[in-house]
């Protein structure tokens, strides 16, 4: 069976140099954090606030997108540490394009690496890309049906953010079978409501992020 | 470059069994169309309202999930012709699943055949599984950056469903933007408003269904 081959050798090269990619930011003193989830769940915003209210603590962004910069351009108002990478037709971040855009982030001073995925619920999910924790955003408007039809994303999740909470009470959705279906795949990872528009969960965020750093050190804030 | 051999010849198979299932479907009288679209767009929803509409004329429904065969129970309520396809950790359908499918569904007095494919917006794309047209579903809530973030999807359709378009006054949505951005990868497929909860666009959707059909018969509706 060649073509199961090939799969296993592409997936085995990758986590290789993915323990490199960690390695290199651990030594580097930072943590980093791997943001997977559907097309417009909200992740860039997400990363906009976190990283002013982060401030003055360093942050470093790298985004993956098919084409265009225009969320690293978004973000570069926020962090001069921002590299965008296109993928064209790929459809996941590879841990080799991760250590690309390492060599073009200084990490000297900078405490968190936060890696945006390719908009994606499928192909991201198998391929380690030297991150510490994997966050995944899950937002109202996709419906309450995503954590059953894509069990594996929300399998690998360290902490679940559920996004866009502000439609709650506008769009159907129902949050008990969503627990419900999360208690079948997922019962260590957090569920966090959140809404960077009325800015419900975003302290909690912050908390969380402070507390994945190794020596757990006082969250700085601007 | 092994790797890259690889994929044509993977791209290549596919394109040759998808032609082979253009011309079953072609032979039985049907149309097929290919639903593309981010995970949470509407497609299923799409579909009951559609089928429905076009009773007594029979449709078939092929559903791409990587788990669960929801989908497909949603639809059979509507249709007796739904089959399940799940893919494990495949992130497309490709042709020969479609072949598959296609046994299983009897396709004599059909006259369209849908096939809602897995929701992402990069890797289906790449994998023609024999249909006629490509519709691509764009929901208000992915946010107005889409098209230029995935330009191969949009590129590809024949028609583009702006759907969930009753959000345009709740959520931040630049339409002439995305019009900006369209005008800039497709200027053949028709943009058509659609919202299954207000039943705008639905007329318009069936009417163009119905063009597409090779003797551009009147509409026959239930």
Redesign the interface.
């Known amino acids: 069976m060649p073509?199961i081959e090939?799969v296993a050798n592409?997936l085995k090269a990758n986590d290789t140099i993915a323990a490199i990619n960690r390695q290199t930011i651990t030594a580097a003193g930072a943590t980093a954090f791997n943001l997977l989830s559907?097309?417009?769940s909200g992740k860039t915003t997400l990363l906009q606030k976190t990283i002013a209210a982060l401030a003055p603590t360093r942050c470093a962004v790298l985004v993956g997108?098919?084409?265009?910069s225009?969320d690293a351009e978004r973000l570069a108002a926020d962090t001069a540490d921002a590299v965008q990478i296109n993928t064209g037709?790929?459809?996941h971040l590879s841990a080799e394009q991760v250590t690309e855009g390492l060599t073009k982030l200084p990490l000297q001073g900078v405490r968190y690496v936060f890696i945006e995925n390719?908009?994606?619920?499928?192909?991201p999910?198998?391929f380690d890309l030297g991150e510490h924790r994997r966050v995944v955003l899950y937002?109202i408007?996709?419906?309450d049906?995503?954590v059953?039809?894509?069990?594996?994303l929300f399998q690998c999740a360290d902490i679940i953010l559920l996004t866009?909470v502000d439609?709650l009470g506008?769009l159907d959705f129902d949050l008990a079978k969503v627990k419900a279906d999360l208690a079948q795949v997922n019962t260590h990872a957090p569920l966090l409501h959140l809404s960077t528009k009325t800015g419900e969960g975003v302290t909690a965020w912050l908390e969380w992020l402070a507390e994945q750093r190794p020596n757990r050190q006082p969250l700085q804030t601007g």
């Open positions: 073509r090939v592409v559907a097309p417009g997108d098919l084409q265009t225009r037709r790929g459809c390719i908009g994606n619920m499928v192909c999910v198998s937002s408007p996709e419906g049906d995503k059953a039809k894509y069990p594996l866009k439609l506008i």
